[in-house]
């Protein structure tokens, strides 16, 4: 959530930083704006409430000009989403700062500095920080020690942009808690929440550690550390290309990214499958001494990645043999554990920068009580990466849409071949691991051949375009595929949607079962399906509708109450994850017929990166 842009050229900046606002777009704000040092070295700025083309009108009207200058998608948290609201804010017509997370104590020092004669022209945290930086010039500090005075005195996260009139030729940055990087040029350096705001510009990265520093100029980028001393932090060149996150030919990034499952999990899998083994070093090459004491897995992600987490519980236990514990990071934080021997903590992420999930690594990392971390994310130079022990990437590549689609099935993929790795040394028989293999290097085109009930599933998602409601269904590890297909419909549609083990149905959702409550149940053929169908049996006879994707042995028989989707026939565990695909795509329709955002729905975020 929010997105910072900044840069110091020898050219005009105002449009790199416009476009490096729109590539940021996906990450979820309610407002926008933008500062530049005119060739006088006055700060100019334009802000507007809504979207990156209500800033882009406002700039047609009333242009910015400047070869330093620092840009902004806020996401609110303190005071509504209006212009005075939106960044950049100033100090006294002399600083300006854009800030990306959350300043605890701003009250406190808002009175302060109320007190020493600073007024307050908005309800953010953010102009307090503007106004405790140039308190600190006042005092006859430059620009980088006013910002080394000022951080200390802040509690909370943040990643911050700032440049000042008084020295017109830098920009300062700093982060703690909040990813922030540094765009290396030629005679011009940038910074950005994500290297996808600069990819037009530069494919050369500095990735900012905790407590970094930066200045840049034109010439240089000089990093210094929390205690003040200057640093170097190595110059990265990523594999992203400035047309890496384009729709193509699709209407929303999330068709595309939908589309893209069978390519990204051939990805994924690359190279990590023998024919008929998982290779373990591809989790880092300390990772087989790892698993070899490895006696419990604790599992902690949020949102979708917790939902990922759900279903991997189930294969750790009835695969590997593995006691499996999973939790929502922002209540595993705030709770006490009893932390069994050899326990594994794992973490999820797509961005890895998920704020409560990266806050649950570095407590376990202080407390040393389990044997080693490891992370199952999606971006190579994310904070949860460079903090984690073990490592497996997704290669999804950039998923743009805020409903994740092929991060989570990545996900899945990463945590199958986790769930093999430890299996052999516990529950899994040889024959089980090269069974499950062999399903693996068959599931891009599995995937693929779901992905052709496209226009079936298109036409089902009619009957939910005058709906308020809907339940879905599932049993075992389809549960928490039952959940992510729930969370996906409320997410871009905003139909009001809860999943429910089947076996609970009549232990209260059954009281709203009606005609004008829709129930989707997965089947795939398991143990369980014979279970599902007496729970189905009880939507029916209470006048419910049922759409069920179901594996055609199931013999479930279609009537006008029950529509029955049949989905390729496939192996467990595999379900959870080819089930998956159909309800995106029924989400996905949905969405359209009730002409929301699909791609940026209101008032969520793509990355999480506070509290």
């Known amino acids: ?95 300006a700062i854009v800030h990306n997370g959350i300043i605890e104590n701003y009250e406190p020092l808002r009175r302060r500095l109320r007190d020493a004669g600073y007024e307050s022209a908005s309800d953010t945290d953010t102009e307090v920080v503007a106004n405790l930086i140039h308190a600190h010039t006042a005092d006859g500090g430059d620009l980088l020690g006013a910002v080394q005075a000022a951080l200390p005195e802040l509690e909370g996260a943040y990643a911050f942009g700032v440049i000042s009139s008084a ?43 905790e407590g970094d520093i930066a200045v840049l100029t034109r010439e240089s980028v000089r990093v210094f550390d929390s205690l003040g001393h200057p640093v170097e932090r190595p110059v990265k060149r990523s594999e992203l290309t400035a047309t890496a996150a384009d729709k193509g030919s699709y209407r929303h990034y999330m068709l595309k990214e939908i589309h893209e499952q069978p390519r990204v999990l051939a990805e994924t899998l690359e190279g990590r499958l023998s024919r008929d083994r998982v290779l373990p070093e591809v989790f880092g090459p300390d990772a087989e001494a790892v698993f070899d004491q490895v006696r419990r897995v604790q599992i902690v992600a949020c949102g979708t990645s917790y939902h990922a987490g759900m279903i991997a519980r189930y294969w750790f236990e009835e695969l590997a043999g593995l006691p499996c514990d999973v939790e929502v990071a922002s209540e595993y934080r705030y709770r006490s554990h009893v932390v069994a021997e050899g326990t594994l903590f794992v973490t999820i992420s797509q961005s890895g920068e998920t704020a409560d999930t990266l806050a649950a690594l570095r407590e376990v990392r202080s407390r040393r009580q389990h044997l080693a971390s490891l992370v199952i994310c999606n971006v190579p130079e994310s904070s949860l990466v460079r903090e984690s022990d073990l490592v497996l990437m997704t290669r999804a590549g950039p998923e743009i849409g805020v409903a994740s689609t092929k991060a989570f099935t990545t996900q899945l993929v990463g945590l199958l071949l986790l769930v093999i790795a430890l299996g052999r040394r516990h529950a899994m028989s040889g024959e089980t691991e090269a069974v499950l293999v062999t399903d693996l290097h068959g599931l891009p085109s599995l995937v693929d051949r779901v992905l052709q009930m496209d226009g079936a599933i298109a036409e089902l998602s009619e009957a939910f375009a005058d709906k308020h409601h809907s339940l879905f269904l599932g049993r075992g590890a389809l549960y928490p595929v039952a959940m992510e297909g729930a969370l996906k419909l409320k997410e871009i549609s905003y139909i009001h949607a809860e999943a429910y083990p089947a076996g609970e149905l009549k232990h209260g959702p059954l009281a709203l079962v009606d005609a ?96």
């Open 167 to 209: 020295e017109p030729d830098r920009l300062v940055a700093a982060r703690r808690g909040s990813p922030l990087v540094v765009g290396v040029g030629i005679g011009e350096h940038f910074i950005a929440s994500d290297v996808a705001a600069l990819l037009p510009v530069t494919q050369q990265f500095i990735f900012l550690e």
């Open 516 to 611: 004008d409550m829709p129930v989707v149940a997965v089947a795939p053929k398991d143990d369980l399906v014979e279970k599902l169908k007496s729970n189905l049996q009880e939507v029916q006879a209470r006048g419910g509708q049922l759409f069920v994707f179901a594996d055609s042995r199931t013999a479930l028989e279609p009537g006008p109450a029950l529509q029955v989707i049949h989905v390729p026939q496939v192996n467990d565990p595999l379900s959870a994850l080819v089930y998956t695909v159909p309800l995106q795509l029924l989400a996905y329709h949905v969405a359209l017929l009730k002409g929301t955002d699909v791609d940026k729905p209101r008032n969520l975020a793509k990355s999480v990166t506070v509290e």
């Open 1 to 95: 959530m929010c997105g910072i842009v900044g840069a110091v050229a020898e050219r005009d900046v105002g449009r790199i930083l416009l476009e490096g606002l729109k590539r940021l777009e996906y990450r979820g704000y309610d407002s926008a704006g933008m500062a530049v040092l005119d060739r006088d070295h006055r700060i100019q700025r334009q802000r507007a409430a809504g979207k990156v083309e209500q800033l882009d009108a406002a700039l047609e009207r009333n242009p910015l000009s400047g070869r330093v200058g620092i840009a902004h998608t806020r996401w609110a948290t303190h005071g509504r989403p209006t212009d005075n609201n939106a960044h950049p804010h100033v100090s006294r017509d002399t600083i």
